[in-house]
């Protein structure tokens, strides 16, 4: 993983400059383990680069460290499928 708080939380930049919908954002993959959680709770987060509200999208557990980075190898650079997930959150 590209930046790590500890070994129970693991975020990566998915995308430095993504426009959706007029805003541009920098997209980080958040994975932490969770009480009540089996395995990784995972966000998508969506920062504004200028104005604009922070976006939060939940996805699926991921079961195990290896599954995180499998989220991150498919979602770095997919910035179709990130602006998808950003317009069903925001609207």
């Known amino acids: 993983m590209a930046l790590s708080r500890s070994s129970s939380w693991k975020e990566h ?3 430095n400059k993504l426009e959706c919908d007029g805003t541009e954002y ?3 993959l ?3 383990k969770a009480t009540g959680v089996e395995g990784w ?3 998508l987060v969506y920062l504004p680069r200028g104005e604009g509200s922070e976006i939060k999208v939940d996805l699926p557990n991921a079961a195990s460290t290896a599954e ?4 991150v190898t498919e ?3 997919a910035e179709d499928r990130l602006r ?3 317009r069903q959150r925001s609207a």
């Open 13 to 15: 930049r998915l995308a």
């Open 26 to 28: 920098s997209v980080d």
């Open 30 to 32: 958040v994975a932490r």
């Open 41 to 43: 709770k995972v966000t």
């Open 68 to 71: 995180v980075r499998r989220l």
């Open 75 to 77: 979602l770095e650079g």
């Open 84 to 86: 998808d997930y950003c």
